[in-house]
């Protein structure tokens, strides 16, 4: 995996996973994070790999896949400011999906392995990065709780199913 | 595969295409109404004979219910639904205002005389006449049913509304009926197939043609081929099938038909029924039954284009096959659009009270098979689709604007 040179304290900072920290704590985690630019293609997990590192997606974007070939399909594309790899540093699955570069991308990688080791230890600034780690899971879990009632009530009535088909019927296509 | 199911494929994959929701799909492609009634009549030998009576009325968002009525023991419920159902798109098709229908008797006319079907039939419309009429179901001949029976249909309806001939079409020239009417499938299915050639810049003369089935249907496009310098190498009817590579001589075979009612004992080579279907040949055309081209054969056709004259010819299974190989198919929905059209014809001169000449009728059939075979060509070239799907894309895609646009209560 390329890996690039160590953060300061400074660039931490200006992520929105460190911006809650205090300098101190940030200078304690700069040397478990490093700067990943990353090609066209290139990727930064893979399914299947056993690795806990942890991923933020500064600038491009990425794309989310599972499977390969004629079975690949497309979960998700991911923009900056995105978290990418918590699942395994949480759980230590491996990577339950491949994440690639769609263009230029630059990433800071967290040293998963590092990180746990704090942890566990009780360190401080470690235990910062994970509650920071946990806002963004429980964002996302409300995220997909709200998507999930909206699943389960009717969104639309017939009436907007109607409009939304004749829209679509007479922009579309000339019978 | 059942005659239903095959055309719910085809609906479904057009509906794919388009984009429309299940629940759309779902309203679609069931019927507003469907009716079966008790039908009894007495026989010539005095014994009662109860046959099962249905219409099944598909939609009427484009305009009236319009489809055949058909005298045949497989008549049913899944029978009238299906092909009340295909009526829908095929005159969504030929862009006439037409929504679907279709019924029928499952009786067999075979063993009735005339006058126990004549007395059928006025029994059937004093069941359905409530159902039907000029602005409401207008019934045509299908299987086993002509100009007879919908003679005695239009009078039988004229004891209960008054004089309403436009209540029925394919009635005789004499009584109300349109010139032109008994050529029109053949007339069409012969303008669609010049129309794809057209296409191509390319011309019916000298393009081999076999043609399957040498009915009323067969017939007139073998004879409108022939006219136009095309080689009818081989033709089949029930009793046996002929060829000759240089081309036969259709106006001879037409008029041996007509004396010995079959086209065997013709000067040309005969060969086995079936045999006709594995011709080399640029231009099939299946004009007798459903299904005689099927997974199991679809191999062996050697023709490069495959025209539906007849309804379903070609089924599911062969069609993929054969448009997997660059053999394309004509649509039995555009293709053999030609008798309804000039039904519509029948009507609206039905409507007007002015007769049309023949020249009329089929200069206003070439108009609008012209522009129902450029219609769907095009969409089958925008959308990379088969000329099938393009079709029914065609059909669904204007009864759904009218249904949007009428609204849905």
Redesign the interface.
């Given at each position: 995996m390329p890996t690039g040179k160590t953060l300061s304290a400074e660039g931490l900072g200006e992520l929105t996973l460190f911006a809650a920290l205090t300098d101190a704590h940030r200078r304690e985690l700069a040397d478990l994070c490093s700067a990943m630019p990353l090609g066209e293609g290139e990727p930064v997990v893979r399914e299947g790999e056993a690795s806990r590192d942890l991923f933020l997606l500064t600038e491009g974007s990425v794309r989310v896949s599972t499977g390969s070939g004629a079975q690949a399909q497309e979960l998700a594309v991911i923009q900056p400011e995105a978290v990418i790899g918590e699942l395994s540093l949480i759980l230590g699955e491996p990577r339950s999906a491949t994440v690639s570069a769609i263009g230029p991308a630059s990433l800071v990688r967290v040293d998963g392995e590092g990180l746990r080791a704090r942890q566990a230890a009780g360190d401080p600034a470690a235990l910062q990065l994970a509650w920071q780690i946990l806002a963004k899971l429980a964002a996302r879990q409300a995220a997909m709780n709200r998507e999930l009632l909206s699943l389960s009530q009717p969104t639309t009535t017939?009436g907007d199913?109607?409009?939304r088909?004749?829209d679509?019927?007479?922009a579309e296509?000339s019978? | 595969m059942s005659h239903f199911e095959a055309t719910n494929r085809y609906i479904k994959k057009a509906a794919g295409v388009l984009e429309l929701s299940q629940r759309i799909e779902d309203h679609l492609i069931a019927p507003e109404r469907e009716v079966a009634v008790q039908v009894s009549t007495t026989l010539d030998n005095g014994q009662v004979a109860t046959y099962r009576g249905f219409r099944v009325q598909h939609k009427n968002v484009r305009g009236p219910f319009k489809g055949g009525l058909r005298y045949h023991p497989t008549v049913d419920m899944d029978d009238a639904r299906t092909l009340a159902s295909l009526m829908t798109w095929k005159t969504a098709v030929l862009d006439v205002p037409y929504g679907g229908g279709k019924g029928g008797i499952d009786c067999d006319p075979g063993d009735l005389s005339e006058g126990e079907q004549e007395r059928l039939t006025r029994k059937f419309i004093q069941k359905i006449h409530e159902i039907i009429g000029p602005q409401t179901d207008i019934p045509a001949p299908d299987v086993n049913t002509g100009p007879q029976v919908m003679a005695w249909i239009m009078d039988e309806y004229a004891k209960f509304h008054g004089f309403a001939p436009a209540v029925v079409t394919g009635k005789p020239v004499h009584l109300s009926g349109s010139l032109g009417r008994d050529a029109a499938t053949g007339r069409g299915v012969s303008i669609a197939t010049r129309e794809y050639f057209r296409r191509l810049g390319e011309e019916l003369a000298g393009k081999r043609f076999v043609v399957q089935g040498f009915g009323n249907v067969g017939a007139h496009l073998a004879r409108l081929f022939h006219e136009a310098g095309a080689r009818v190498v081989g033709v089949a009817d029930g009793s046996g099938a002929l060829r000759d590579d240089r081309g036969l001589d259709v106006p001879a075979l037409i008029a041996h038909r007509a004396e010995h009612g079959t086209v065997k004992g013709f000067a040309a080579d005969e060969l086995a029924r079936d045999e006709i279907l594995y011709l080399p040949c640029d231009v099939l055309v299946p004009a007798a039954l459903g299904n005689v081209i099927t997974a199991d054969n679809a191999g062996d056709i050697r023709a490069g284009l495959i025209v539906e004259a007849a309804n379903a010819p070609v089924t599911p299974e062969a069609h993929d096959h054969l448009e997997g190989r660059g053999v394309h198919v004509l649509p039995d929905i555009l293709a053999n659009a030609g008798g309804v059209t000039v039904s519509y014809f029948e009507w609206v001169q039905n409507i007007q009270q002015f007769r049309w000449t023949e020249e009329q009728v089929n200069a206003q059939l070439e108009d609008m098979m012209q522009r129902a075979c450029g219609k769907v060509f095009d969409i089958a070239k925008e959308r990379d689709v088969d000329f099938r799907t393009a079709a029914f894309i065609v059909g669904l895609g204007r009864v759904a604007q009218a249904m949007v646009t009428r609204g849905i209560q």
């Open positions: 017939a199913e109607v409009s088909l004749r679509k019927l007479f296509w019978f | -």
